[in-house]
């Protein structure tokens, strides 16, 4: 079942009630006259979210993922350098022959740059996250 498609129970409380609490500040910073709103996921599928989180701290997820993040970063380099998702021919032959030239571009591109010394991209950061000196 997808995730979003689980009944959740939303929990609502009065601006009077949040603004005399004494823990307001590590439930909410919101300086607006609302109170807090909460959507609660049944217990089961809560549990199973914390031990996918719980999960996602191990080594081994971390080695999947890495490969998964390179994986990524090679289809956006396809997309953004050399317009991989469309193709300028028909037929599945000449298609793929224009993959199969992508794809050589795309490693020669990559030789020049380590011949060249030239560093691989960073992630980009958001202009909103690089508002805050902490990230950037």
Not at 97 to 126: C, D, F, H
Request: proline share 4%; glycine share 4%; hydrophobic share 35%.
């Amino acid at each position: 079942m997808h995730p979003y498609l689980f009944r959740t129970t939303s929990v609502r409380f009065s601006y009077q009630h949040c603004q005399d609490c004494p823990t307001r500040a590590e439930c909410t910073t919101t300086k607006s006259r609302q109170g807090r709103a909460l959507n609660l996921l049944p217990q089961a599928q809560h549990e199973a979210l914390q031990a996918a989180r719980q999960a996602q701290t191990m080594l081994e997820f971390q080695k999947q993922y890495a490969r998964r993040a390179g994986l990524e970063g090679t289809i956006s380099q396809g997309t953004r350098a050399f317009d991989l998702r469309r193709s300028r021919y028909i037929g599945l032959a000449k298609t793929h022959l224009q993959e199969v030239a992508t794809a050589t571009a795309m490693n020669v591109v990559r030789l020049w740059y380590w011949w060249t010394g030239i560093p691989k991209a960073q992630t980009r950061t958001s202009r909103f996250a690089a508002l805050n000196p902490a990230i950037s």
